[in-house]
């Protein structure tokens, strides 16, 4: 399994960055060679059919290093070695796995070595592979001192010493200038810091990120640490990096549909569920240092990535841009690609591109949809990849495509492959162990198979799905929250009206007096499958059953655990401060969550057997290829 140095369709590219002038002189010609590998992939594949659905995830890990004497914990930088010697040696399990670099010096992402298959009994086969992949990982590292997590982010990145060497923040620099998060923390990879930079001097200064502080007995009021900084809000913990949004770790899954038009349903009606499913795997309580007064990552990641100038944004008239902008690269979607009448919100487009389309045959919905992701510009180009045959390569698509980081992704095939059209869920909170990691990517797959067979509607306007995903964010949103769902969801026009209501989140996973619940639909599919091996459909049930549990509040959500440990930590002062010793506290508490401990009111009676005594084998006569 050959280490991957490239990103063509999401994979690492070898070359020569262009500078951000160099990448703003093609941008009108990679824009226009984009729209045109898109159009020649449309007219190849528009009417390619599978028989089979395939699906696969990504989880992203973070690597630690700890200092027992000192009670400290840093990430670690040490992804390009660790990513080295699993290129030079082979897979030590029976399940080979894909290992690939991330944003920061310290993420490692991990997929399956191939996609798993539509039957029910695949997903008996999710854990055990994200457990290999854990292993593969832990076999490199020392027992006592390192460690790798599923953790969205760390609590304490980006204040100072944060990281393993120590490294110190370049304000001054040529990349981030951040005061807080040192450009060693970005993987040195070409591609990462030239976005970096490109986005900085696209909007013409820094990022401004700015997540409102959890306000505890003693937290100083107001909270101003920059009085100075206009960038930074008062009663707001502040962070001037992309490092910040993309140093955090999500899961993401993908799904292979049999053609397009189901490819559009599941893109479709999956973003209605996406800002419930974050609300669900909420994980990201502490930014900075700070209790913050949010639970997920979403905001942090939208304003990390954020290139709009304030022409584009409406602080400015426009004159050297083209359109004002409503959202961040990172953001919902803004239009559906089945439905007319539930696409609300309007989103500026390239009316030339769009119209270029259209002459070439592809409907309204879709055009506008491509015509939208091109408003902005190509962020990252390589000297190399500039001068290209519009039939067989897509990187100029890609370069517009994989910077539009939204809720949910439709992926058109790549050029000669035998790979079909794909929609990525994007709005999964990394969780701590695998068991809950897994019941979240078999939630989303048993979901979009309950969805193709029973025709459901979920449409809702998609400004609603816009308040959800700010609703979703904010502290215990999955208990005190409501959210605009559908009721008649077995309505299967896509254009019949809507009968929507505001409902918890447990009333919608679980049901009430007028909705079934998500839960019952995806239950009623399985109770379709006669064959079900005992064994598959226990596991199942134990993931249904965490995700049940969670919406009832009968399970504390990864973000509610981890803010009860430190507001009940005999450190805290109830000043929203998370010190270095509480953060090591903590991530000890997640380390033997990782090996096993059972933890009742976050997994209730389930206890993750995944620990380092078993995962490493030790290389032992249980593992033949190590013989």
């Given at each position: 399994?050959?280490?991957?140095?490239?990103?063509?369709?999401?994979?690492?590219?070898k070359?020569?960055?262009l500078?951000?002038?160099?990448?703003?002189?093609?941008?009108?010609?990679?824009?226009?060679?984009?729209?045109?590998q898109?159009?020649?992939?449309?007219?190849?594949?528009?009417?390619?059919?599978?028989?089979?659905?395939k699906?696969?995830?990504?989880?992203?890990?973070?690597?630690?290093?700890?200092?027992?004497?000192?009670?400290?914990?840093y990430?670690?930088?040490?992804?390009?070695?660790?990513?080295?010697?699993?290129?030079?040696?082979?897979?030590t399990?029976?399940?080979?796995?894909?290992?690939?670099?991330?944003?920061?010096?310290?993420?490692?992402?991990?997929?399956?070595?191939?996609?798993?298959?539509?039957?029910?009994?695949?997903?008996?086969?999710?854990?055990?592979?994200?457990?290999?992949?854990?292993?593969?990982?832990?076999?490199?590292?020392?027992?006592?001192?390192?460690?790798?997590?599923?953790?969205?982010?760390?609590?304490?990145?980006?204040?100072?010493?944060?990281?393993?060497?120590?490294?110190?923040?370049?304000?001054?620099?040529?990349?981030?200038?951040?005061?807080?998060?040192?450009?060693?923390?970005?993987?040195?990879?070409?591609?990462?810091?030239?976005?970096?930079?490109?986005?900085?001097?696209?909007?013409?200064?820094?990022?401004?990120?700015?997540?409102?502080?959890?306000?505890?007995?003693?937290?100083?009021?107001?909270?101003?640490?920059?009085?100075?900084?206009?960038?930074?809000?008062?009663?707001?913990?502040?962070?001037?990096?992309?490092?910040?949004?993309?140093?955090?770790?999500?899961?993401?899954?993908?799904?292979?549909?049999?053609?397009?038009?189901?490819?559009?349903?599941?893109?479709?009606?999956?973003?209605v569920?996406?800002?419930?499913?974050?609300?669900?795997?909420?994980?990201?309580?502490?930014?900075?240092?700070?209790?913050?007064?949010?639970?997920?990552?979403?905001?942090?990641?939208?304003?990390?990535?954020?290139?709009?100038t304030?022409?584009?944004?409406?602080?400015?008239?426009?004159?050297?841009?083209?359109?004002?902008?409503?959202?961040?690269?990172?953001?919902?979607?803004?239009?559906?690609?089945?439905?007319?009448?539930?696409?609300?919100?309007?989103?500026p487009?390239?009316?030339?591109?769009?119209?270029?389309?259209?002459?070439?045959?592809?409907?309204?919905?879709?055009?506008?949809?491509?015509?939208?992701?091109?408003?902005?510009?190509p962020i990252?180009a390589?000297?190399?990849?500039?001068?290209?045959?519009?039939?067989?390569?897509?990187?100029?698509?890609?370069?517009?495509?994989?910077?539009?980081?939204?809720?949910?992704?439709?992926?058109?095939?790549?050029?000669?492959?035998?790979?079909?059209?794909?929609?990525?869920?994007?709005?999964?909170?990394?969780?701590?162990?695998?068991?809950?990691?897994?019941?979240?990517?078999?939630?989303?797959?048993?979901?979009?198979?309950?969805?193709?067979?029973?025709?459901?509607?979920f449409?809702?306007?998609?400004?609603?799905?816009?308040?959800?995903?700010?609703?979703?964010?904010?502290?215990?949103?999955?208990?005190?929250?409501?959210?605009?769902?559908?009721?008649?969801?077995?309505?299967?026009?896509?254009?019949?009206?809507?009968?929507?209501?505001?409902?918890?989140?447990?009333?919608?996973?679980?049901g009430?007096?007028?909705?079934?619940?998500?839960?019952?639909?995806?239950?009623?599919?399985?109770?379709?499958?006669?064959?079900?091996?005992?064994?598959?459909?226990?596991?199942?049930?134990?993931?249904?059953?965490?995700?049940?549990?969670?919406?009832?509040?009968?399970?504390?959500?990864?973000?509610?655990?981890?803010?009860?440990?430190?507001t009940n930590?005999?450190?805290?002062?109830?000043?929203?401060?998370?010190?270095?010793?509480?953060?090591?506290?903590?991530?000890?508490?997640?380390?033997?969550?990782?090996?096993?401990?059972?933890?009742?009111?976050?997994?209730?009676?389930?206890?993750?057997?995944?620990?380092?005594?078993?995962?490493?084998f030790?290389?032992?006569?249980?593992?033949?290829?190590?013989?």
């Amino acid at each position: 399994n050959e280490y991957k140095s490239y990103l063509r369709m999401g994979i690492l590219v070898k070359g020569e960055p262009l500078s951000w002038d160099a990448t703003k002189s093609k941008a009108d010609y990679i824009r226009e060679h984009g729209i045109q590998q898109f159009i020649s992939i449309y007219n190849k594949m528009k009417d390619k059919n599978y028989e089979v659905l395939k699906w696969g995830d990504e989880i992203e890990y973070l690597l630690f290093k700890f200092d027992h004497k000192k009670k400290r914990v840093y990430l670690h930088c040490k992804t390009k070695e660790y990513l080295e010697q699993l290129c030079h040696r082979n897979c030590t399990f029976d399940i080979p796995v894909t290992f690939v670099e991330e944003y920061g010096s310290f993420q490692i992402e991990s997929t399956p070595n191939k996609p798993f298959l539509d039957g029910l009994e695949e997903l008996n086969n999710v854990i055990r592979d994200m457990r290999h992949r854990r292993k593969e990982l832990m076999l490199l590292m020392d027992e006592e001192t390192e460690a790798v997590f599923t953790i969205t982010n760390f609590p304490r990145l980006g204040c100072p010493g944060f990281s393993w060497p120590l490294a110190t923040p370049s304000p001054t620099g040529n990349v981030s200038q951040s005061i807080f998060f040192p450009d060693e923390c970005i993987n040195p990879h070409p591609r990462f810091p030239n976005l970096t930079r490109n986005i900085r001097l696209r909007r013409g200064k820094k990022v401004e990120i700015n997540v409102p502080i959890y306000k505890d007995a003693n937290t100083l009021d107001p909270f101003d640490e920059f009085p100075d900084n206009p960038a930074a809000k008062k009663d707001h913990i502040y962070m001037d990096a992309m490092g910040f949004g993309m140093g955090c770790c999500c899961i993401q899954v993908t799904f292979q549909a049999c053609d397009m038009d189901e490819a559009r349903t599941l893109y479709d009606q999956l973003a209605v569920v996406s800002p419930i499913v974050m609300a669900l795997s909420a994980a990201s309580p502490i930014f900075r240092g700070y209790l913050s007064d949010v639970d997920c990552r979403w905001d942090v990641i939208s304003a990390a990535v954020d290139d709009r100038t304030d022409e584009e944004m409406g602080k400015a008239p426009l004159k050297n841009n083209k359109f004002r902008i409503n959202s961040s690269r990172y953001s919902c979607i803004n239009s559906y690609l089945k439905s007319e009448k539930y696409s609300d919100i309007d989103p500026p487009y390239n009316k030339d591109f769009y119209q270029k389309l259209r002459d070439e045959g592809i409907d309204n919905l879709l055009a506008k949809h491509v015509a939208h992701l091109f408003i902005r510009d190509p962020i990252s180009a390589f000297a190399n990849r500039i001068d290209l045959n519009d039939k067989e390569d897509t990187d100029h698509f890609e370069s517009l495509q994989s910077t539009n980081w939204q809720n949910m992704r439709f992926k058109p095939p790549p050029p000669n492959s035998d790979i079909g059209w794909r929609v990525e869920f994007r709005t999964i909170e990394a969780q701590i162990t695998d068991f809950e990691n897994a019941a979240f990517v078999a939630f989303c797959i048993l979901l979009s198979r309950a969805i193709a067979s029973f025709k459901c509607n979920f449409y809702i306007p998609l400004s609603l799905v816009h308040k959800n995903m700010e609703r979703a964010q904010k502290r215990n949103a999955v208990l005190e929250e409501k959210f605009y769902f559908r009721k008649n969801i077995q309505c299967c026009s896509c254009e019949c009206d809507a009968v929507v209501a505001e409902m918890t989140i447990n009333e919608i996973i679980n049901g009430n007096d007028e909705f079934p619940g998500i839960c019952k639909l995806i239950r009623a599919y399985m109770s379709n499958m006669m064959d079900l091996e005992f064994l598959t459909a226990t596991r199942i049930c134990s993931y249904i059953s965490l995700i049940q549990k969670r919406a009832r509040g009968d399970l504390l959500t990864t973000a509610a655990y981890l803010r009860k440990f430190v507001t009940n930590h005999p450190l805290y002062k109830k000043d929203s401060v998370v010190s270095d010793e509480m953060t090591y506290d903590l991530m000890m508490e997640v380390k033997e969550i990782t090996n096993g401990k059972a933890v009742p009111e976050l997994l209730g009676d389930y206890r993750d057997i995944s620990d380092s005594r078993d995962a490493r084998f030790r290389r032992s006569s249980h593992n033949p290829k190590s013989q």
